[in-house]
C-alpha cells in the first residue's frame, strides 16, 4: 500500500504458508524432532500491504454515555492473481477463512489487532476482482462466551471483571488484559446460567462509569472513572498553529445530551431520582434511566443520579468530532495522533469563522476511526467534554476549585 504520506500503514494477516519446509509426521528425512531445517506449520505473521488499496478502523463510541461496542477493522485487497481466491491455488487460498488475526500499524504504531470474521469477494464484469476483510477485535471474542450459573462476591469492579475472565468457561488470557482496580463496589449477584459474558461486563462497567473496550494493540482494557489528569501531558489540537493541525471540527448543542431528571436503580434496590430543578425551569423536565445496575448500595446509586443531572443539566456547546489528515502533519505529530487511546484527554483550540474569541476546550477521546487509501489518511476522534475532570491539586486548569474540575465522583 504506496503512500505519499509522513508514515505508512502496514496490514499484516497471520496466515499459514511456511518459508521453509514443513515437518511431516513419520517421514524419515522431514519427522524429525529437534530439526530446523524441517518446522511446524503454522499462522506466521504475513506482510500483504502491497495488495491493499483500502483501509478502515472504527472503535470506541460517539459519546461518554453510549456503552462501547466492539471494534472493527476492514481492508480492501487487490485479488487479480487470485491470491485470496479461496477457489484457486492462490498464495493465500486455503487461509480465505474466518479467525484468522490480522494487525494493522502505522509506522510501528498499531493501530488495530482483532481476528477476521469475513472474507467478502467480489468479481466484476470488466475482470477487476477485490477482496475484502471484515475484523474485530477482543471484544467480539468476549462477547462470544457465556457464564455459568454462579453467585459472585461483593467486590470492586476491577476484581468483577477479572473474576469473570477468570472462569473456566471463559479463561481469557491475563496476559492479554489491562484491568484497573476500580473505584466502584458491585454488589453480591447471582449471574443466571447462559449469561454473555460482554453484557455483563458492561453492566460492571456501566455501573463503574468506566471503560471497556480493546486497546489499538488488542488488550483487553478496563478503566475506572476518575482518574486523574493533567493539563501539561496532553497532546493540542490547534487552529493557530499553536499545536497540531486539523481539518474539520464539529461542534454539538441540543437536546442528545441534555437531561435534568435521573433515575438509577440498582439490582434488588430502590429507585434513586435526582433533580435539576434550574435546568428543569429552562428546559422542562428530561429524563434519563439507568436500571438493573450492580451498585452495592441505594445511596451509590444515587451518587451516580445526582453525578448524572449535575453534568447534563445544561445545553452546553462541546466539540463532538475532529478530524485530522496525517498527510499535513510531520512525522513526530503523526506518531503522537496514532498513538492516542480512548479514554485519554486533549486540548482543542478552535478559531471561530467571522472573528471573536478563540474556543479553548479539553475533551476526552471515546472513539477514533481510521481511513486509509493509497494517497490518504484522515483520523476522526469522537469527543467528550472534560468540564466534570477529577480535582488535581496544583494543577493549572483542573487544580481550580469553581472551575473545570470536581472533587468527587
Not at 466484476?124 to 477482496?131: E, P, V
Not at 454473555?196 to 462497567?205: E, F, G, P, R
Not at 502533519?329 to 484527554?345: K, N, P, R, Y
Not at 477514533?368 to 493549572?396: E, K
Request: include cysteine; charge should be negative; proline fraction near 4%.
Amino acid at each position: 500500500m504506496s503512500h505519499i504520506l509522513p508514515v505508512d500503514t502496514s496490514v499484516t494477516v497471520y496466515f499459514d504458508v511456511p518459508t521453509t519446509p514443513v515437518f511431516i509426521l513419520d517421514d524419515p528425512v522431514a519427522g524429525k524432532l529437534d530439526d530446523t531445517t524441517y518446522v511446524l506449520a503454522g499462522d506466521t505473521a504475513t506482510d500483504i500491504t502491497s495488495d491493499v488499496t483500502t483501509v478502515s478502523v472504527q472503535r470506541g463510541r460517539s459519546r461518554w454515555l453510549d456503552q462501547i461496542q466492539v471494534g472493527t477493522a476492514s481492508f480492501v485487497a487487490r485479488n487479480l492473481d487470485r491470491d485470496f481466491d479461496p477457489f484457486g491455488a492462490g498464495a493465500y487460498s486455503a487461509n480465505i477463512v474466518p479467525g484468522k488475526r490480522v494487525t494493522i500499524d502505522v509506522g510501528s504504531t498499531p493501530v488495530f489487532d482483532g481476528l477476521i470474521d469475513d472474507w467478502d469477494l467480489r468479481y466484476t464484469l470488466n475482470g477487476d476482482a477485490t477482496a475484502t476483510a471484515i475484523a474485530s477485535d477482543p471484544l467480539a471474542e468476549v462477547g462470544r462466551s457465556f457464564i455459568a450459573s454462579h453467585t459472585t462476591t461483593s467486590q470492586l469492579s476491577g476484581a468483577r471483571i477479572d473474576a469473570i475472565l477468570d472462569r473456566p468457561e471463559i479463561d481469557f488470557p491475563a496476559a492479554e488484559r489491562n484491568i484497573a482496580t476500580g473505584l466502584e463496589t458491585m454488589q453480591a449477584d447471582t449471574i443466571a446460567a447462559g449469561t454473555n459474558t460482554l453484557d455483563y461486563l458492561k453492566l460492571v462497567t456501566e455501573t463503574e462509569s468506566g471503560r471497556l473496550f480493546a486497546a489499538r494493540d488488542g488488550v483487553l482494557t478496563f478503566q475506572q472513572r476518575s482518574t486523574p489528569i493533567s493539563s501539561t501531558d496532553l497532546l493540542v489540537f490547534a487552529d493557530d498553529g499553536s499545536g497540531i493541525a486539523y481539518d474539520d471540527i464539529e461542534v454539538q448543542v441540543g437536546s442528545e445530551l441534555l437531561f435534568n431528571r435521573a433515575t438509577v436503580t440498582r439490582l434488588g434496590g430502590t429507585a434513586q431520582t435526582e433533580d435539576n430543578t434550574a435546568s428543569q425551569e429552562l428546559y422542562g423536565i428530561r429524563t434519563l434511566e439507568r436500571d438493573g445496575l450492580l451498585f452495592n448500595s441505594d445511596a451509590a446509586a444515587d451518587s451516580l443520579a445526582e453525578f448524572l443531572v449535575n453534568k447534563y443539566g445544561d445545553a452546553t456547546p462541546r466539540f463532538a468530532t475532529l478530524q485530522v489528515n496525517l498527510a499535513r502533519l510531520t512525522v513526530a505529530e503523526c506518531i503522537d495522533v496514532v498513538a492516542l487511546e480512548l479514554g485519554e484527554a486533549v486540548h482543542v483550540k478552535f478559531t471561530p469563522p467571522g472573528g471573536g474569541a478563540q474556543v479553548d476546550q479539553y475533551g476526552i477521546v471515546e472513539g477514533i476511526r481510521h481511513d486509509v487509501s493509497v494517497d490518504r489518511h484522515r483520523v476522526t476522534f469522537s469527543l467528550s467534554s472534560l468540564a466534570d475532570a477529577p480535582f488535581v491539586l496544583d494543577d493549572a486548569v483542573f487544580g481550580i476549585l469553581d472551575g473545570d474540575a470536581v472533587l468527587s465522583y
